[in-house]
């Protein structure tokens, strides 16, 4: 199994914090490790960690790391989300197990970033969203068992409900 | 093939904007033919349509629509994305052809949306994001082929690239 980072680039805390907590819960809820923001943001952190200690797991966050510094000494396979790139069922069959690092640009990326990939990766090539495109790209990697990761250690779990809501809140210890 | 409706719920145009924006993208590239969002936004519906005209399709946006009366005359299947739903894995291969109105809320949705609903989908049961709920659904219903929809009569393609950008520009007519 791949051991995944998020790498979200040009986070702006005024304009993005819905956006970039989107990015983060996916990154998550798909099966990625962690996420790593170039903004420093503690209400972001925070919004995560709560998550995390609600829904458990051990996702992690970090924020206002040098993306530049992470990106050149990433020991991994660099992948870059784009609307520019190659078609994901056709390039995520090459990302192997191991240390990944999923690049997440907001609005303009420095094209050192394209140059830096190992895959720059298309989720369509029309433009719609990170956070659409992240889904897709960790659910093709995991060959769709994203989605069926368990999440030991929070509070409540929610159970698949026909209508309604049915959430188990379990005690602390 | 089903015709689908994304309907947006409990927008508010201040806080939600951009959020918002990604759900209509979002429809749009993976194949639903139009969104009707609850609160009226002439900023949201000028945002969506100048991509439909950049990048082609006839996909279409209505805003300030009575989301009450939408919901109870709505004539299809109507399939409401929820975290506290049954599996998109199991549900989405009753989603037949014909009129699929997809109802993707914002934080509270009304019991009544549950009750109408003739699904209440969840897409894995964590938190994340409403943009990578919509994505995956659609993904399910189109069996994989959602991101491989035509986009005829707009001005730009976008062709897949290795690295960089590969972007063609149409002369109008």
Request: proline share 6%.
């Amino acid at each position: 199994m791949p051991d995944i980072t998020v790498l979200r680039l040009g986070h702006r805390p005024e304009r993005d914090k819905r956006i970039t907590t989107h990015v983060a819960l996916t990154a998550r809820a798909f099966g990625a490790n962690r996420v790593v923001v170039s903004t420093k943001d503690p209400g972001l952190e925070e919004s995560v960690r709560d998550v995390v200690k609600r829904f458990g797991g051990d996702f992690t966050i970090s924020t206002g790391i040098n993306w530049r510094r992470y990106l050149q000494e990433y020991p991994g396979m660099v992948v870059h989300l784009t609307m520019y790139g190659l078609p994901v069922d056709e390039v995520a069959p090459q990302v192997r197990d191991g240390e990944v690092l999923v690049v997440v640009g907001a609005e303009k990326v420095p094209p050192e970033v394209y140059q830096r990939a190992d895959l720059n990766v298309a989720v369509g090539n029309q433009p719609h969203s990170e956070v659409a495109a992240l889904a897709i790209l960790l659910d093709r990697i995991f060959q769709g068992r994203a989605l069926y990761k368990e999440f030991p250690g929070g509070r409540m779990r929610v159970l698949p409900c026909e209508r309604g809501k049915n959430v188990v809140e379990l005690s602390e210890q």
